[in-house]
């Protein structure tokens, strides 16, 4: 309470004294507050309010700093860890090229080459437009004219060039011009333009392949990319302290297919000289090893040039040779007859009437000549590809066993080759192919099912193999530059169909097509080639046949003592007079004389005569 009271009078004093001090005359008042100042100013000098009060701005700063501290070591430690290794470390992923593609000789078909991008920045020029445009007209071939207006349309940043070669581009280097840049870059070329596009196909601007064998085999041509790690001084310089060992070297590993240029460029002549002379839509050539399934040539016509394929039609960059179907005509009736043979349900001797049209329900059957060839065999089936004898051949197998034999064959089911973009085939379902007489009939002479070419391609192969069916395919493997193989594709093995006996019967029916029916155009002297014409009418997406277009082709063998190769061509509607005999057969001849040139082969052992 004394205390209380003493403060309580304390305040009252002051209060009394400034009461005091209003009432003063000024000078009186201003002497009263200096004395009051003194005795504030005594207070500040005391050596223990100093001591005390740095000790409080010294605890504070202290704890301001063991706050930042924590904060800085703590809180927000992670955060400012990556930012210092942000600055401090730098990744990137260095362009390794394609690898290249090659055919099984050699030749390249696909390489990343080093290109350069030309631009000028006119504001830069130290001479006159004028005198740059000329320097540069008669190496980027362009007129001088050309460039000097390009150059005048702003000051800076124009591309003149998109490609240069190495070559050129070290050319323009050594003038030493002021406002020129050179950006280097890769790019994919195709030096064989498109002789093999159908098969190679083509990168994208992102260097993706976007069709053919740089499509399907992306993965074996890409090679291995790491992201490189590096550190950056103080002054921003690149230090290669993490860079690891052998980095820069890549592989001299390249992807080797089983296309042969020669014979393609053969192929594609043939097939290009018929097209235009049947004015046809378009066509395709294969030719096939028929003891490993593998493909020497797989062309299409029209086609494009992968080096400028931005331009091109872009319905021309699937290979319709595996991915638009047809109906093979009388191309099938060998493998028919082989099916017939080989089940038993007929024998080489067998003859059946064909009497030049059969009616199979409400549906008639005619030969595509409307005549009548009595009593023929086998042979004399596929000689005159009699349409009424394949069905009353047919007639004697049951229609569940026949569509066993079609489903054994594989139709209807995809090839599953090294290529993209295959089609799978269409067959009836089985209750219906059974439960319908028209359906077994048709199919016994090449119609009311589809394939593609390359299958038919692979299901004469059997034929010329022994019976056995074996998978297409391009890709050989991975070579290195010695010709060492590094890796190769793992192929299923062959699947027995029929036996060799038929298998040669059939070829030797064959070569009676070739020797004296319809196939006569294919006769190559010296040589036993086996054959089959085939003219079908086009099946119309709305269903029936187009009554004005068909598709011809020939299947043929080479040799029938020595059977190996497979040669097919397919025309898609050529006009006038356009029959298997007198479009297709006339190109597989062509490409059979540079086959046996290409791989020297010799004639044919004459035929001995067995009584």
């Known amino acids: 309470m004394l205390r209380l009271g003493a403060g309580y009078l304390g305040r009252m004093n002051d209060r009394m004294q400034n009461s005091k001090l209003k009432t003063m005359p000024l000078s009186e008042a201003k002497g009263q507050h200096s004395k009051l100042n003194t005795q504030q100013s005594k207070?500040?000098?005391?050596p223990g309010f100093r001591l005390l009060l740095i000790w409080v701005i010294m605890m504070a700063g202290s704890f301001g700093l063991l706050f930042n501290l924590y904060r800085l070591q703590v809180v927000i430690s992670p955060s400012l860890e990556e930012k210092a290794r942000q600055q401090q470390m730098i990744y990137m992923r260095p362009?390794?090229?394609?690898?290249?593609?090659?055919?099984?000789?050699?030749?390249?078909?696909?390489?990343?080459?080093?290109?350069?991008?030309?631009?000028?920045?006119?504001?830069?020029?130290?001479?006159?437009?004028?005198?740059?445009?000329?320097?540069?007209?008669?190496i980027l071939n362009q007129s001088s004219t050309d460039l000097e207006t390009l150059f005048n349309k702003r000051n800076t940043g124009i591309q003149v060039s998109g490609a240069l070669t190495e070559d050129t581009a070290n050319k323009i280097a050594q003038l030493s011009l002021d406002g020129i840049e050179l950006i280097p870059k890769y790019s994919r070329l195709y030096p064989?333009?498109?002789?093999?596009?159908d098969v190679v196909g083509y990168v994208n601007i992102d260097h993706q392949g976007q069709a053919g064998i740089e499509y399907s085999q992306e993965k074996l041509l890409e090679r291995e990319i790491r992201t490189l790690r590096m550190s950056r001084a103080g002054n921003g310089t690149l230090m290669p302290d993490h860079i690891p060992e052998g980095f820069l070297h890549s592989d001299d590993l390249r992807l080797q297919l089983t296309l042969d240029s020669r014979l393609q460029r053969a192929a594609r002549s043939a097939l290009k000289q018929k097209i235009k002379e049947f004015n046809a839509k378009r066509g395709t050539v294969i030719v096939m090893d028929a003891l490993d399934g593998s493909l020497l040539?797989?062309?299409?016509?029209?086609?494009?040039?992968?080096?400028?394929?931005?331009?091109?039609?872009?319905?021309?960059?699937?290979?319709?040779?595996?991915?638009?179907?047809?109906?093979?005509?009388?191309?099938?009736?060998?493998?028919?007859?082989?099916?017939?043979?080989?089940?038993?349900?007929?024998?080489?001797?067998?003859?059946?009437?064909?009497?030049?049209?059969?009616?199979?329900?409400?549906?008639?059957?005619?030969?595509?000549?409307?005549?009548?060839?009595?009593?023929?065999?086998?042979?004399?089936?596929?000689q005159y590809s009699s349409n009424v004898g394949m069905v009353r051949m047919m007639q004697q197998m049951k229609p569940e066993v026949y569509y066993g034999w079609l489903e054994r064959l594989g139709l209807g089911q995809k090839l599953e080759t090294d290529l993209p973009f295959e089609t799978a085939g269409q067959l009836k379902n089985q209750r219906k192919f059974t439960s319908s007489p028209i359906e077994p009939a048709?199919?016994?002479?090449?119609?009311?099912?589809?394939?593609?070419?390359?299958?038919?391609?692979?299901?004469?192969?059997?034929?010329?193999?022994?019976?056995?069916?074996?998978m297409p395919y391009m890709v050989q493997g991975l070579f290195?530059?010695?010709?060492?193989?590094?890796?190769?594709?793992?192929?299923?093995?062959?699947?027995?169909?029929?036996?060799?006996?038929?298998?040669?019967?059939?070829?030797?029916?064959?070569?009676?097509?070739?020797?004296?029916?319809?196939?006569?155009?294919?006769?190559?002297?010296?040589?036993?080639?086996?054959?089959?014409?085939?003219?079908?009418?086009?099946?119309?997406?709305?269903?029936?046949?187009?009554?004005?277009?068909?598709?011809?082709?020939?299947?043929?063998?080479?040799?029938?003592?020595?059977?190996?190769?497979v040669v097919i061509a397919v025309v898609d509607e050529p006009k006038g007079n356009a029959f298997g005999s007198t479009v297709a057969a006339p190109i597989v001849k062509s490409v059979m004389e540079a086959l046996i040139a290409i791989e020297q082969i010799p004639p044919s052992q004459p035929k001995v005569a067995t009584e």
């Not at 060998?334 to 064909?354: M, Y």
């Not at 002297?525 to 004005?548: E, L």
């Open 297 to 382: 040539v797989l062309v299409s016509e029209p086609t494009y040039n992968p080096n400028q394929y931005s331009t091109s039609d872009i319905s021309l960059f699937k290979n319709w040779a595996l991915a638009d179907l047809y109906e093979p005509g009388s191309t099938f009736k060998p493998l028919n007859v082989a099916i017939a043979l080989e089940s038993g349900a007929v024998r080489p001797d067998s003859l059946f009437n064909d009497t030049g049209s059969i009616q199979i329900g409400r549906w008639p059957i005619a030969n595509y000549d409307k005549k009548a060839h009595g009593m023929i065999n086998p042979t004399q089936i596929l």
């Open 442 to 470: 048709t199919t016994a002479f090449g119609q009311g099912f589809s394939l593609t070419p390359l299958q038919l391609a692979q299901l004469h192969a059997t034929l010329a193999n022994g019976g056995k069916l074996v």
């Open 480 to 565: 290195d530059s010695q010709g060492q193989l590094y890796w190769q594709p793992r192929l299923s093995a062959p699947r027995p169909i029929f036996s060799p006996e038929t298998s040669q019967n059939v070829l030797e029916m064959m070569e009676t097509v070739v020797s004296q029916g319809t196939g006569k155009t294919a006769q190559i002297s010296g040589y036993r080639v086996a054959g089959k014409t085939g003219t079908a009418q086009k099946a119309s997406p709305t269903g029936g046949y187009f009554t004005n277009a068909k598709v011809t082709s020939f299947v043929g063998i080479l040799s029938v003592d020595s059977p190996r190769y």
């Open 95 to 138: 362009f390794i090229p394609r690898r290249p593609i090659v055919d099984r000789n050699g030749n390249v078909l696909a390489v990343d080459r080093r290109v350069y991008t030309l631009y000028v920045h006119p504001k830069l020029f130290k001479l006159s437009k004028s005198n740059i445009a000329t320097q540069l007209a008669p």
């Open 192 to 197: 064989q333009q498109g002789l093999a596009a």
């Open 43 to 46: 207070l500040f000098q005391r």
